[in-house]
Structures are given as structure tokens and as C-alpha cells.
């Protein structure tokens, strides 16, 4: 069920209309993560990953779009929606050195991860 109130917050800015972005849908990589964060930890966690998510869309012309969402009830529980222009945009802010740092710095933070592969359909925003 949690997955499903995830989907449905980005179905209607990410499943209808046209792309903003000027590619084809299946050009993107589009990524789902679950992350649940152990609860003492979840100061330091936010900190590191809004850090890392700024950098991300700043400084990386190939990252479109992240999005991360808490749970209400569960609040270290994340979901993240990201979008890449394309595979190897995706490739590159996975090497790339503010990832690796948020990588290295909340590696004890999680306590268990789920990566949900996707086939984006249509994604659709508004331009900037």
C-alpha cells in the first residue's frame, strides 16, 4: 500500500500529457528508491541528503528531477522519484563525488533499501 500512495502523489504531474524536458520518455531513467533510515539517525540523514540532492540538481545538467518524500506516520521512511536524461546521466551522478560522499556519510544511517526498476510511459511537467 505504501508504494501505491508513493505512485499515485507523481501520477498525475509524471503519467499524463506531454514531456517538458524535449526527449522521449524512454530516453529517461527514471528511479524509485525505498529507504527506511534508522530513527536516531534521521536528523543527520536529511541533512546529508538534501546536501546531496541540491548538489545533484546544480551541479549535473543530466539530473532532471529528485524528489524525496517522508511517510507521515513514518517519517524515516523515504521515498525518492528520480529522473536522468538518460542512462549515462544516471551513470555519471552515480560516480560522481557529492554522491559518493552521501554514500560514504549515511551508509550506517540505512537500514534497509529497496531500488524499483522502471519503464517511464509518459513523464510531464510543467516547463520551468
Known amino acids: 500500500m ?3 500512495a508513493f505512485l499515485g502523489v507523481f501520477a498525475l504531474s509524471c503519467l499524463l500529457g506531454q ?4 526527449a522521449e520518455p524512454s530516453d529517461k531513467v527514471v528511479r524509485i528508491a525505498q529507504i527506511v533510515i534508522d530513527p536516531a539517525q534521521l536528523d543527520a540523514y536529511q541533512a546529508a541528503v538534501k546536501e546531496e540532492m541540491a548538489d ?3 551541479l549535473e545538467p543530466g539530473v532532471l528531477s529528485i524528489y524525496c518524500v517522508a511517510e507521515k506516520d513514518h ?3 523515504l521515498h525518492f522519484f528520480e529522473i536522468y536524461a538518460n542512462d549515462a ?3 555519471s551522478h552515480i ?4 554522491f559518493q560522499k552521501y554514500v560514504a556519510t549515511t551508509k550506517d544511517m540505512i537500514l534497509s533499501r ?3 526498476e522502471t519503464q517511464p510511459v ?5 516547463a520551468p
Open 2 to 4: 505504501r508504494m501505491s
Open 19 to 22: 514531456t517538458a524536458y524535449g
Open 56 to 58: 545533484s540538481v546544480r
Open 75 to 77: 517519517p524515516n521512511r
Open 89 to 91: 546521466a544516471y551513470r
Open 95 to 98: 560516480a560522481s563525488a557529492h
Open 114 to 116: 529497496e531500488l524499483i
Open 122 to 126: 509518459q513523464l510531464s511537467a510543467k
